[in-house]
């Protein structure tokens, strides 16, 4: 007869090993063709699929998926590539891209955020304005002009969405510097409707125009009809 010899401890732990790192192969294997999936989706350059991945390996390596899908996690860690890059994507467009409900997105993005050491807060508009800048073709010009647009503002703005009202920014500037920019094309590199930019450069003409030492002065727009589909 034939003895087959059960494996003993030490191999038990081998094959357990190779299991986890087998498990561990499919995870990074699935992430990364969600994540290029995502980016694809959202017409995002490498890199920030690049950062994803980076990002989603972090994770993965503390534990931190456990208990969460894949997808969910690999949307917020390509919500957290673009924050990082300052590329403008909404939430709810990685959530649309990913497949899955905004509200995952963001409890997973809260977990990379802290696992990464970053805030979870929206950032500011200024922080989207070179790149949007870049996205539609216009010159460092604008991106000082909308910066200085959005500092006069002040608080007049808070609480909207940054992305709009950087692309807003944007749009003031392109006027005011004689680039021309037209609200689809802040449409098109931002995601945020012509609609809103529309309602709220409103809100920033009728702020700067107001009288007040934070107010008005050189450079200021000049008050004008409601721009229209330009």
């Not at 980076?54 to 456990?66: G, K, L, Q």
């Not at 979870?120 to 604008?142: F, K, M, N």
């Not at 808070?158 to 003031?172: E, H, K, L, N, Q």
């Not at 392109?174 to 037209?182: A, D, H, Y």
């Given at each position: 007869h034939t003895t087959v010899m059960a494996p003993g401890k030490g191999e038990f732990a081998r094959l357990r090993k190779l299991d986890m790192e087998r498990r561990d192969d499919r995870w990074r294997v699935a992430a990364a063709e969600t994540i290029r999936r995502i980016t694809g989706a959202l017409s995002l350059p490498p890199e920030v699929a690049e950062d994803a991945m980076?990002?989603?390996?972090?994770?993965?390596?503390?534990?931190?998926?456990?208990g969460r899908t894949i997808v969910g996690m690999a949307g917020a860690a390509v919500l957290y590539a673009c924050r990082a890059s300052g590329i403008p994507r909404h939430i709810r467009d990685v959530a649309a891209a990913a497949g899955v409900k905004r509200h995952e997105i963001w409890e997973n993005y809260k977990i990379v955020a802290a696992l990464m050491g970053a805030s979870?807060?929206?950032?500011?508009?200024?922080?989207?304005?070179?790149?949007?800048?870049?996205?539609?073709?216009?010159?460092?010009?604008?991106v000082r002009r909308a910066i200085e647009l959005l500092r006069r503002a002040?608080?007049?703005?808070?609480?909207?969405?940054?992305?709009?009202?950087?692309?807003?920014?944007?749009?003031?500037a392109?006027?005011?510097?004689?680039?021309?920019?037209?609200q689809r094309d802040l449409a098109e590199a931002t995601g945020v409707t012509e609609m809103t930019i529309r309602h709220i450069y409103h809100i920033m003409q009728s702020y700067l125009l107001s009288p007040g030492p934070a107010q008005g002065g050189p450079g200021a727009p000049k008050a004008n009809p409601a721009p229209g589909r330009n």
């Open positions: 980076r990002v989603f390996a972090r994770a993965h390596e503390a534990r931190a998926t456990r979870t807060h929206s950032p500011r508009p200024e922080e989207y304005v070179p790149r949007i800048v870049s996205a539609v073709g216009a010159d460092g010009r604008v002040g608080g007049a703005l808070s609480g909207r969405d940054p992305i709009a009202v950087a692309a807003t920014a944007v749009y003031m392109g006027i005011i510097e004689n680039q021309k920019i037209t």
